[in-house]
């Protein structure tokens, strides 16, 4: 049985405790013939009525606290039935206390299944009332029948709705866990497809533009084609080794390394590429990130322009962390990525950075060159 479970059962018992004492209490003063037969009949089912009536909607308040039958009409007849047959046993003498808790179960389980806003209110004009029947109807003992209905309805009503006050917390924080745990796997499911996209469309652009040029080669320079034929498969085993770590959720992969990537598959595809600053310096947190930005960019080099020469600028200031790739391919062609599906290409990583504060711009330098960065900081 789980801690919930065993909390549910504690107390569930607890509050509904108050309805076995009467039934008991009162059910030992009927059996004493106290009464003629006809009123310990009508007493015996006002008794029944409340104890159940009690029963039925803590059981609907073991939901959380208002979110039982508002069924007001029942609510006060049931309220009435108690109040007369308090009215009926306050006046006789040596009266037991228990029947003052008659009328108590009432208020307590109407407590507990009205909206916060309405309950005080009601409670105190239902305590009231019993009161006041206590007084108008105890003879000799008006006073003591007024202090026993409001004790009554004190002990019971702040018993009960303190247990189930319990039990709602206890309810609203496992369902804020289950919450917790699935925005937890959905964002590993957003992250996990962020990281495939970035790996398969890397290496796959990379394999059709190697393929492409092996197939122009053959028959012109059959040594060159196969050389890219060979670089065609390690890129392929590559991007499956890589997607296989993905998938096993172990890869952890560094700015450096993702660096020395793009300047291996930059300078394969013809792009001269040269790299400026310390990735090393880039705080551990934020290196994956940059590092999907930087396979990022290399993809869209290869995909949508004509770039000779390409630059990758670290730039690391007080954990602020500016990372730039440079090209000087046509910019025409560089605005289609804008165009993916989000969670793809630039809107996915937009959205990545955004989760730490940090930001991605794409646009000319001025030229015929066109630039990526990304920008974050630890605590930004």
Not at 70 to 78: K, L, N, P, S, V
Not at 152 to 173: K, S
Not at 294 to 314: D, F, I, K, M, P
Request: with cysteine.
């Amino acid at each position: 049985m789980t801690p919930l479970n065993r909390l549910r059962r504690y107390t569930w018992w607890t509050v509904a405790a108050g309805g076995v004492m009467v039934a008991l209490g009162t059910v030992t003063d009927l059996v004493a013939q106290r009464y003629a037969l006809p009123r310990a009949l009508a007493l015996a089912t006002a008794v029944a009525l409340v104890v159940v009536q009690h029963t039925r909607y803590l059981r609907q308040a073991m939901d959380g606290l208002g979110r039982g039958e508002r069924r007001h009409w029942e609510h006060a007849g049931t309220f009435a039935v108690a109040l007369a047959a308090w009215a009926a046993t306050a006046g006789e003498d040596g009266f037991l206390p228990v029947w003052a808790m008659l009328p108590a179960l009432v208020v307590a389980h109407v407590g507990a299944v009205l909206p916060a806003r309405t309950r005080r209110p009601v409670v105190v004009v239902m305590a009231v009332a019993s009161v006041a029947v206590g007084g108008l109807f105890g003879g000799d003992q008006a006073t003591s029948a007024m202090v026993m209905a409001g004790s009554m309805v004190a002990v019971l009503v702040c018993a009960d709705l303190a247990q189930l006050w319990i039990w709602d917390l206890a309810v609203r924080q496992e369902r804020g866990r289950e919450t917790a745990e699935a925005l937890a796997v959905a964002e590993e499911r957003l992250r996990f497809a962020a990281d495939l996209h970035d790996i398969q469309g890397h290496h796959l652009q990379a394999i059709a533009l190697k393929g492409e040029l092996a197939q122009r080669l053959i028959g012109r320079d059959d040594e060159l084609a196969r050389r890219h034929a060979g670089e065609v498969a390690e890129l392929a085993r590559t991007a499956l080794r890589e997607t296989r770590e993905v998938v096993q959720g172990y890869r952890r992969a560094s700015l450096g390394t993702e660096i020395a990537n793009a300047v291996g598959v930059l300078r394969a595809a013809g792009i001269e590429t040269t790299v400026e600053g310390d990735a090393a310096r880039v705080p551990p947190p934020l290196q994956p990130l940059f590092g999907a930005l930087v396979r990022e960019g290399t993809t869209n080099v290869l995909r949508h322009s004509r770039a000779r020469r390409c630059a990758v600028l670290v730039d690391v200031l007080d954990g602020q962390v500016c990372v730039r790739l440079r090209n000087d391919g046509v910019p025409s062609g560089v605005a289609r990525p804008a165009a993916d599906p989000v969670g793809a290409g630039l809107a996915g990583l937009r959205e990545r950075f955004a989760t730490v504060g940090g930001r991605v711009e794409v646009g000319p330098t001025g030229g015929e060159g066109f630039e990526l960065v990304g920008r974050a900081g630890v605590g930004r």
